[in-house]
């Protein structure tokens, strides 16, 4: 009982850590660059990481016995982050979240592809309940769709493609390693953007539209320093409160407590941009809770 305790503590760190490492993001587009962000977060973070290991004399655990399919999650790991802060200047992030965590019902249907795993009745009718969930929430064909929701659907497909990888290809992987290639890997493609971005031909009018994707290296202020050693921080707290309670208890016991991010989300959006979602938004957001649910209710009770 005291390990599910913890386990249910830690899962609720976990979200309240990316939900105000979310937020700084969302402040941060208003004045920042995502590759600048993303270049100088994952830099500090494996600086963080690779010290304590060398402090603690673990460098086994930052060592990968193969690079092949770490390399692989880093890409897609690095492309569900990109999809999920390049939506936020322009979605509210309770929005953005309900999008993104449809990330377990594409594990479902990418562990059918290509781990050849089972899928049922009911894991077929929660994918089925979380994309009606998410045409409530995009409402295409409609006026009030918004297109720039398709990035956090997007980002959670990614995410899921890399969670099967994990488990298929990664499974005793050391969990430190992985975190340190995925940073690594970003860190790469964010010096690459904010080198090879400013010589891109886009107009005046794209850039003011969108500065947080189409701006390459901004001026550094202690604002934007505060910002960034915030969201590393956070980053790590939030990983190692979620690796910590996936390894003390079950993951369908864990599973549901991860879309209490949905709440903080709701709060913050409330607190922050004074934002509510609206009836459709809700009740799309309510129907990805429930596939998600259902999805690690399913789980449990195949594991008994």
Not at 9 to 24: P, R
Not at 230 to 259: D, G, K, N
Request: charged share 10%; proline share 4%.
């Amino acid at each position: 009982m005291q390990t599910k305790n913890l386990a249910t503590g830690l899962a609720i760190l976990s979200t309240l850590g990316f939900a105000i490492q979310d937020m700084v993001v969302k402040l941060l587009s208003e004045i920042g660059s995502l590759w600048q962000l993303m270049f100088l977060r994952a830099i500090l973070v494996v600086l963080i990481l690779v010290t304590w290991a060398v402090l603690k004399k673990r460098s086994d655990i930052i060592k990968p016995k193969r690079w092949k399919w770490p390399i692989i999650r880093a890409f897609l790991m690095s492309c569900a982050y990109s999809f999920f802060y390049a939506s936020l200047p322009f979605a509210a992030l309770a929005q953005a979240a309900s999008c993104f965590f449809t990330a377990p019902i594409f594990t479902c249907f990418f562990a059918a592809v290509i781990l050849r795993e089972k899928i049922g009745f009911w894991r077929i009718s929660s994918i089925l309940i979380g994309f009606l969930g998410v045409i409530y929430i995009i409402q295409p064909g409609t006026s009030n769709m918004q297109a720039v929701l398709f990035l956090p659907v997007l980002a959670g497909a990614s995410y899921a493609l890399a969670v099967v990888i994990t488990r298929g290809f990664c499974a005793d992987y050391p969990s430190l390693s992985l975190t340190i290639i995925h940073n690594a890997f970003y860190a790469l493609i964010g010096a690459f953007m904010v080198t090879f971005i400013p010589v891109l031909p886009f107009s005046a009018e794209l850039k003011a539209a969108n500065p947080f994707v189409l701006l390459g290296w901004v001026q550094l202020t202690s604002v934007i320093l505060v910002m960034i050693g915030i969201t590393s921080l956070t980053h790590i707290l939030a990983m190692t409160s979620s690796i910590r309670a996936y390894q003390i208890a079950e993951s369908s016991f864990v599973a549901p407590f991860e879309y209490t991010y949905l709440v903080f989300a709701i709060l913050i959006d409330y607190i922050v941009w004074q934002y509510l979602p609206n009836t459709e938004g809700l009740i799309g957001l309510t129907m990805v809770i429930s596939a998600g649910v259902l999805i690690a209710i399913r789980e449990r009770s195949l594991a008994r």
